[in-house]
């Protein structure tokens, strides 16, 4: 299936590949670490589990292993999902934070260990590997082990962002981050040459014991200790006690396509809740940057996210079910409150009748993977652990200390999160495409962006891929890359839209992968696209 028009393009003119065997990443050398895999005689999950752990050597302003992570794969049969986000330590509650930080604290800090719930990057490696790789597990992260004990020169897009971060006073204050990551007192610079060996030193340790080092071994003890020495509560036991989850992605029909995103606790419902509103419109009857086709979108995500804030959370603790948000009647319910005329700022509906590095592979097989990992707000939490060149997420600071809320901290429990891999299928079940977009809360809307313009107006991934986005903040707050016609700027903002038009792309729209298959992988193979957001590369055979 070969559906696109390939003229269309915009700023960056990058061509989409080609290929039966395919990798795509933000980072080069991520890429080639994935090629290298399936060129061994590996398979996609081979290739994605040393991409990925590459990325967290050459991009550590985004992820390292002290990341969470998901996936959704095509493994040539079925789909399947996995949740590898971290749980909340058990001394994790709300009257713990308010004893340390006061009665008005709302939610845990942003950074130090009180922002740091198990990390469950690694975790998802082992899982992904164990099931249905075909490698060992110790030539996965071969590739990683390299880059980290040599080095490598820091590209333009990560520079910008560690140097951005070396700014962050409470993230610069926190113990062992200043040694790990800004040598000379300073972050790199841009093509300057940076060494991670603590890492290189973790990363053989986890090979050596396929990860007992890291969730029962000298590793966890080492964070351990640590929490213990600057009044943290993460122990080795809840290191010892982290299993991922492997669960069943839950979807939503648009144009004959199915759009697949992780269930709960994880924010990918948004992006099934506003292509389920905007299935109620016809927007290829639309022009595709015009302003019509711009404000439905717009006004689909924020109805979406309006919901997405107020129920979701871990399962066992929503009021309502993502099979309840995603009711047909429901769904056509919010799209009649949108006005094709104004914009509005909405409020969560009643659906009860009665961050981040993405990368993607797929291979000749079929098997098709879709990653996703992440230490939130940049380097995370700040904590890091030098001689292991260990960096923990801040995923707890997502928790709520208002016993009201379903995202209310509790021990053993999992934050709302960003981060989301996404896939699609055809109606009939069969793989069609596996595809992500980094950034906070831009992920879902990055997600719809793409896929209305992929599906609805037949643009190429590498097209849809670098097109201008917008970006939904907070009420009638939007901003746009610096790419957009004014025009379309003006319009929206004629329609109530605030508009803010930014010139740094990579802060506010996220970069993405794709790699959308074209039939038989072994004959037509896919076409890959790589974001031209961040120093990305889509590379294959």
Known sequence: ????????????????????????????????????????????????????????????????????AFCILWDGQALHGLNASGRAPQAWTPEYFHR??????IAPPARGWDSVTVPGAVASWLALSERFGKLPFGDLLAPAIEVAERGYAVPVVVGQKWAAAAQVEALVAQPGFAEAFLPQGRAPRVGELFKLPGAARALRAIAAT?????????????????ARAQGGAL??????????????????????????????????????????????????????????????????????????????????????SAEQLLADDYLAERARLIDPKRAQDFGAGNPVKGG????????????????IQSNYMGFGS?????????????????????????????????????????FLSDADGAPRMSFGVMGANMQPQGHLQTLVRMVDYGQDPQAACDAPRWRYNAGLEINVE??????????????????????????????????????????????AASDPRRDGQAVGW
Request: glycine fraction near 10%; charge should be negative; charged fraction near 15%.
């Open 1 to 68: 299936m070969n559906p696109f028009d390939y003229r269309a393009g915009y700023g960056s003119q990058r061509l989409p590949l080609f290929a039966r065997n395919v990798v795509a990443t933000s980072h080069p050398l991520a890429a080639q670490a994935g090629l290298r895999m399936l060129a061994a005689g590996g398979n996609a999950v081979d290739a994605a589990v040393a991409a990925a752990a590459v990325m967290t050597i050459v991009e550590p302003c985004s992820n390292g292993l002290g990341s969470d």
């Open 100 to 105: 340390k930080y006061g009665r008005d604290t």
């Open 210 to 226: 396929r990860g007992a080092a890291f969730y029962g071994g000298e590793i966890a003890e080492a964070l351990a200790r640590q």
């Open 235 to 320: 122990t080795a036991h809840d290191f010892a006690a982290y299993r991922p989850e492997w669960v069943t992605p839950i979807a939503k029909a648009y144009r004959g396509q199915v759009l697949h995103e992780i269930p709960p606790n994880g924010q990918g419902l948004a992006a099934l809740l506003a292509a389920g509103i905007l299935a109620h419109f016809d927007v290829a009857a639309l022009p595709v940057d015009g302003v019509a086709s711009q404000h439905l979108q717009i006004e689909a995500m924020k109805l979406a996210f309006a919901d997405v804030y107020r129920y979701v959370a871990e399962p066992g603790s929503m009021e309502v």
């Open 356 to 371: 981040t590095i993405y990368l993607t592979a797929a291979d000749e097989t079929g098997m098709m993977v879709s990653f």
């Open 382 to 422: 700040g904590v890091v652990l030098p001689d292991w060149g260990l960096s923990l997420q801040n995923r707890g600071h997502a928790f709520s200390l208002d016993a009201r809320s379903p995202n209310v901290v509790a021990p053993g429990k999992r934050p709302f999160h960003t981060i989301i891999p996404a």
């Open 482 to 527: 610096a790419g957009m016609d004014p025009a379309t700027v003006q319009g929206l903002a004629a329609l109530g839209h605030r508009m803010e038009v930014i010139q740094d792309s990579y802060q506010d729209f996220g970069a993405g992968q794709f790699i959308w298959r074209l039939g038989d992988p072994a004959v037509e193979g896919y076409v």
